[in-house]
């Protein structure tokens, strides 16, 4: 008799896109070919299923591409999932997944953020571990990209791991979150700032298995919006903002609707396009119309030329900016951010601990904010880890991954970016660092 007919569909689902490769295995490949239905998914990956010729029901396959290597796949999720329940749990270790863009243009935070969680449990591990369990880092290098992203996810999962700590931005995080629910995966990202990442809020459904240690994009516009009109006094504002770009919209659109709500007046809003380095036109527009602020949330280096331009055009009044802004001192003057302020996660001085410990470590300070978001993202991976541990609970098993998710979401996590709780769409609850510039650097004025 025949060995069972299967169809393999390889399903390429890039944005705006879908394109399927159909084979078929009766055995070693052989047999005629057999349809595949059409599946749709959200994420920018590729997925395997098989179908069996006699009941044509779905599997899917744990399917991976090595990071930089070639694609394989295996007969079925569910032996797959069996199969990193054992290497899980196997030995005396625990193994945790760390991952983040460590070559590529955005490396400057895929290495703070390794390097920070990274610290973490290497400190766990220096303190006699999770229960006397070692834990082991398996550290991927996505490359800022997020087919790859979810290429070296799936691979550490067939390597074992019990929960992620990634990614990092939020285009590769978003497909890696998408991936993940397949396995109920744990995974706490120190950075990627989109309200997406945990929550969709048009089906209003929360993405049970992912949590933050980073404050989100309307969080910041909201935040600066509250500082500028209550404790600075403004009722009148501009905005500057790159379009085309979630971030910077994001914190636009909140700072304008939250300052508009408390009674303050946007006097100006203006844009730009990725690419553009000659702003004074919108300076000048902003000019004319008065304002007292100019909400500028975009990243340091346009920040810096923005302004540069701002002075050159008499625009002279106090700049505001959300986290992007980390890493402005040196690509702007002390008089051109006299008065500025921006929110963060953590300000320099606040836990001499963590520093010193990541010189000690890595032989140079810690870089950006990244670095201890990373090492609060790992801490809280390691909070739920702790939990499913003390149950009793067998690594890698449906119930294990579970119990993490569920202590996390539970848990107040004490990080040297604040104490915080998770709300009911997993973002963090804690108050956020308000820094200004003195002599060029930034110092903190206050937790806001």
Request: aromatic share 10%.
């Amino acid at each position: 008799m025949p060995g069972k007919v299967w169809t393999v569909c390889e399903l390429h689902n890039p944005p705006g896109e879908t394109i399927m490769n159909t084979h078929t295995k009766q055995g070693g490949f052989e047999g005629s070919a057999l349809l595949c239905a059409s599946i749709t998914r959200k994420t920018s990956n590729r997925r395997i299923l098989y179908y069996e010729k006699d009941d044509f029901s779905p599997q899917l396959s744990d399917r991976w591409t090595a990071c930089g290597g070639s694609s394989s796949s295996t007969a079925a999720s569910s032996t797959a999932a069996s199969a990193a329940g054992s290497a899980a749990a196997s030995g005396d270790t625990i193994k945790i997944g760390v991952m983040g863009p460590l070559t590529g243009n955005v490396s400057v935070y895929g290495q703070a953020v390794v390097n920070g969680a990274s610290l973490y449990l290497k400190q766990v591990n220096a303190d006699g571990g999770i229960n006397g369990k070692q834990i082991e880092i398996l550290a991927e290098d996505e490359q800022g990209d997020a087919t790859q992203a979810v290429n070296c996810f799936t691979k550490m999962v067939d390597e074992g791991i019990t929960a992620l700590v990634g990614d990092v931005t939020t285009t590769p995080t978003l497909a890696v979150a998408a991936e993940s629910a397949d396995y109920n995966m744990p995974m706490v990202t120190a950075s990627a700032t989109a309200e997406a990442v945990t929550y969709d809020a048009e089906t209003d459904t929360v993405n049970e298995n992912v949590f933050r240690a980073t404050f989100t994009d309307p969080f910041q516009g909201i935040k600066m919006a509250d500082y500028a009109y209550q404790k600075l006094g403004y009722t009148k504002a501009a905005v500057i903002f790159k379009k085309g770009a979630d971030y910077n919209e994001g914190l636009a659109e909140n700072f304008v609707n939250e300052f508009e709500s408390l009674g303050g007046t946007i006097v100006d809003q203006e844009s730009y396009s990725d690419g553009d380095v000659d702003f004074k036109t919108q300076l000048t527009s902003i000019l004319g119309k008065g304002p007292e602020t100019v909400f500028c949330p975009n990243y340091y280096e346009e920040v810096g030329q923005i302004l540069s331009q701002a002075e050159s055009v008499g625009l002279n009044v106090p700049f505001l900016g959300g986290d992007g802004w980390d890493g402005l001192e040196g690509y702007a003057t002390a008089d051109q951010l006299k008065d500025s302020y921006f929110c963060a996660n953590y300000a320099k001085g606040s836990s001499p601990e963590f520093e010193d410990a990541y010189k000690a470590e890595y032989g140079e300070d810690y870089p950006n904010g990244f670095a201890p978001l990373g090492y609060d993202a790992a801490k809280t991976v390691v909070y739920g880890v702790q939990a499913a541990e003390d149950a009793g609970l067998e690594a890698g098993t449906d119930e294990y991954k579970q119990a993490v998710n569920d202590a996390i979401a539970s848990g107040t996590i004490e990080g040297i970016t604040g104490t915080f709780t998770f709300d009911e769409h997993h973002d963090p609850v804690k108050k956020t660092a308000i820094l200004t510039y003195v002599d060029g650097k930034p110092e903190l004025k206050e937790m806001f």
